[in-house]
């Protein structure tokens, strides 16, 4: 055991449960619980963004996937940051304009039904539980690499504290363990960046130079086609990435934690800005992953990769800075488990049990309660999930959360907005066709079968494809067209006009929201 390390990750834990500790002498309400009451500024809002999107995926996944894979490892810091500007254009002002807590409220504003309710509550859940399983994944390896807890124990330890945090502190301290995570993961992964770049003398040229001898892939690390061999699948999964974020409920969420739509914009920007110097430093983990750590070393220590950066710490700084840069990537998957598990018991609770099950007349008090038993369920389920998948890169099992989300999610977001004649059948077909087809095509596909057993289970797998993005996703928006049209239900034409002026605006003609702010 790395005792350092293990007093770093103490630490860490140590100030997460003080945050959790006074955030939750404000959370009684199931505002405060769901939104932190709209409490958050643009920058304190953009920097938990950030904390919420640089995951495990991105710190782990990402740099092992360019240290092992090299430039196809890039596409994912790429299409993430992308993706920010669909999010920041399209979803994130009329998001917080028509929504109040969760996604479903966003859609309903428009479909007052409880079958739409309904789906979109369950497409939630599934999401954010998909993501949650890579950050666990991430977690176990971590753990049982630093600390030699084995992995199932590993798992276990970041499933309690995670509910632990959003049991007690909610939104509030959710957000406050994010941004700590955000500004402790950029000084980090800021240190490692100057370290490696100094490797190679500060120059650009010599460091892209050196790399084409520096693994076994030559001068091909340079180069596309070493992981993703078939174009269809590097399509598939850019369309994914580009377009995933849109739909992915633990960060639609936060918009509804600022008091307006012009302040969920500046969180937007402030988010991609992070973000975006983020996904840059990615390259010199990898680069300085391949050519200080080696190829060996790094899959010795995890198949998948996903130790790459905590060894290249080592390799760079010795046990200090391994035991700080592995305690940082502990408290990145802290934060971002804890987002997820909050959006998946938001919607239990919200929608199911406040909307659907209670019809409306659940109390705060209910609220609360109801969504406390839910995360304390997600995570317990995540879990179990969580332990067949250790052998998957956490970057991978991320960007199938993305297809799902993107097929399932975002067709019904932009129709809401954006058409007419859209209506609740049209809803309910894009909603449950982008979710089953996506999670249908990712059982068939070669991340769950494999002749040589390297996936979950042997045998040939029926769809070619890793990511199922390219499919699902026309399939979504497809289904939400075909529904609408043969539907003989007609849109109401008055409701669309209020919801396109309320989403662009803030203003409701019942009153409620009265933002007209330029």
């Given at each position: 055991?790395?005792?350092?390390?293990?007093?770093?990750?103490?630490?860490?834990?140590?100030?997460?449960?003080?945050?959790?500790?006074?955030?939750?002498?404000?959370?009684?309400?199931?505002?405060?619980?769901?939104?932190?009451?709209?409490?958050?500024?643009?920058?304190?809002?953009?920097?938990?963004?950030?904390?919420?999107?640089?995951?495990?995926?991105?710190?782990?996944?990402?740099?092992?996937?360019?240290?092992?894979?090299?430039?196809?490892?890039?596409?994912?810091?790429?299409?993430?940051?992308?993706?920010?500007?669909?999010?920041?254009?399209?979803?994130?002002?009329?998001?917080?304009?028509?929504?109040?807590?969760?996604?479903?409220?966003?859609?309903?504003?428009?479909?007052?039904?409880?079958?739409?309710?309904?789906?979109?509550?369950?497409?939630?859940?599934?999401?954010?539980?998909?993501?949650?399983?890579?950050?666990?994944?991430?977690?176990?390896?971590?753990?049982?690499?630093?600390?030699?807890?084995?992995?199932?124990?590993?798992?276990?330890?970041?499933?309690?504290?995670?509910?632990?945090?959003?049991?007690?502190?909610?939104?509030?301290?959710?957000?406050?363990?994010?941004?700590?995570?955000?500004?402790?993961?950029?000084?980090?992964?800021?240190?490692?960046?100057?370290?490696?770049?100094?490797?190679?003398?500060?120059?650009?040229?010599?460091?892209?130079?050196?790399?084409?001898?520096?693994?076994?892939?030559?001068?091909?690390?340079?180069?596309?086609?070493?992981?993703?061999?078939?174009?269809?699948?590097?399509?598939?999964?850019?369309?994914?990435?580009?377009?995933?974020?849109?739909?992915?409920?633990?960060?639609?969420?936060?918009?509804?934690?600022?008091?307006?739509?012009?302040?969920?914009?500046?969180?937007?920007?402030?988010?991609?800005?992070?973000?975006?110097?983020?996904?840059?430093?990615?390259?010199?983990?990898?680069?300085?992953?391949?050519?200080?750590?080696?190829?060996d070393k790094i899959v010795a220590a995890n198949a998948a990769g996903n130790m790459a950066a905590p060894l290249l710490a080592q390799a760079l700084g010795g046990d200090f800075l391994f035991a700080f840069v592995s305690a940082v990537a502990f408290a990145t998957i802290l934060a971002v488990v804890a987002g997820l598990v909050l959006s998946a018991a938001s919607a239990f609770a919200h929608d199911f049990y406040g909307h659907i099950i209670r019809k409306g007349k659940a109390t705060d008090k209910e609220q609360v309660i109801a969504a406390r038993w839910a995360s304390i369920g997600v995570s317990v389920l995540s879990i179990i999930l969580a332990l067949f998948a250790q052998s998957m890169n956490v970057a991978f099992l991320v960007a199938l959360a993305f297809a799902v989300a993107a097929s399932a999610n975002l067709p019904v977001i932009l129709f809401t907005i954006f058409w007419k004649?859209?209506?609740?059948?049209?809803?309910?077909?894009?909603?449950?066709?982008?979710?089953?087809?996506?999670?249908?095509?990712?059982?068939?596909?070669?991340?769950?079968?494999?002749?040589?057993?390297?996936?979950?289970?042997?045998?040939?797998?029926?769809?070619?494809?890793?990511?199922?993005?390219?499919?699902?996703?026309?399939?979504?928006?497809?289904?939400?067209?075909?529904?609408?049209?043969?539907?003989?239900?007609?849109?109401?034409?008055?409701?669309?006009?209020?919801?396109?002026?309320?989403?662009?605006?803030?203003?409701?003609?019942?009153?409620?929201?009265?933002?007209?702010?330029?």
């Amino acid at each position: 055991m790395n005792v350092l390390a293990f007093v770093l990750f103490l630490a860490i834990v140590s100030l997460t449960l003080v945050i959790t500790y006074f955030a939750s002498r404000k959370t009684k309400t199931s505002s405060d619980f769901y939104t932190a009451d709209g409490s958050l500024t643009g920058a304190q809002n953009g920097w938990a963004i950030a904390g919420d999107y640089m995951s495990a995926a991105s710190f782990l996944g990402i740099a092992g996937m360019i240290a092992l894979s090299g430039f196809d490892g890039f596409f994912y810091s790429i299409g993430y940051l992308v993706a920010y500007l669909v999010v920041l254009y399209i979803v994130a002002e009329p998001l917080r304009n028509l929504g109040k807590y969760t996604l479903a409220d966003m859609i309903t504003a428009r479909f007052d039904q409880k079958k739409v309710r309904g789906v979109a509550a369950f497409n939630t859940i599934t999401i954010s539980i998909f993501y949650m399983i890579a950050q666990l994944v991430g977690a176990g390896a971590l753990i049982k690499l630093l600390l030699g807890i084995d992995y199932v124990y590993a798992v276990i330890i970041v499933g309690i504290l995670m509910t632990v945090y959003v049991v007690f502190g909610g939104m509030t301290a959710t957000s406050w363990v994010q941004i700590s995570k955000a500004v402790l993961l950029m000084a980090g992964t800021f240190i490692i960046s100057i370290i490696v770049f100094a490797k190679f003398d500060f120059s650009i040229a010599n460091m892209f130079s050196q790399m084409k001898e520096a693994t076994p892939l030559g001068d091909s690390f340079l180069n596309p086609g070493n992981k993703f061999k078939d174009p269809l699948d590097n399509i598939s999964l850019n369309l994914a990435l580009v377009l995933g974020t849109a739909g992915l409920p633990h960060i639609l969420i936060r918009f509804f934690t600022v008091k307006d739509a012009i302040t969920a914009r500046k969180s937007v920007i402030y988010a991609t800005w992070i973000i975006g110097f983020f996904y840059i430093m990615t390259i010199f983990l990898g680069f300085g992953a391949a050519a200080f750590v080696g190829y060996d070393k790094i899959v010795a220590a995890n198949a998948a990769g996903n130790m790459a950066a905590p060894l290249l710490a080592q390799a760079l700084g010795g046990d200090f800075l391994f035991a700080f840069v592995s305690a940082v990537a502990f408290a990145t998957i802290l934060a971002v488990v804890a987002g997820l598990v909050l959006s998946a018991a938001s919607a239990f609770a919200h929608d199911f049990y406040g909307h659907i099950i209670r019809k409306g007349k659940a109390t705060d008090k209910e609220q609360v309660i109801a969504a406390r038993w839910a995360s304390i369920g997600v995570s317990v389920l995540s879990i179990i999930l969580a332990l067949f998948a250790q052998s998957m890169n956490v970057a991978f099992l991320v960007a199938l959360a993305f297809a799902v989300a993107a097929s399932a999610n975002l067709p019904v977001i932009l129709f809401t907005i954006f058409w007419k004649r859209f209506n609740t059948t049209g809803a309910i077909s894009g909603m449950v066709v982008g979710l089953i087809s996506s999670l249908v095509l990712v059982i068939l596909s070669p991340n769950v079968w494999a002749p040589d057993g390297s996936a979950i289970l042997v045998g040939e797998a029926i769809f070619p494809l890793t990511n199922p993005g390219i499919i699902s996703i026309p399939l979504g928006f497809l289904a939400a067209i075909i529904g609408t049209l043969v539907s003989s239900e007609k849109a109401d034409a008055k409701k669309y006009d209020e919801i396109l002026v309320t989403a662009h605006t803030g203003f409701k003609e019942n009153g409620e929201t009265t933002i007209l702010k330029h």
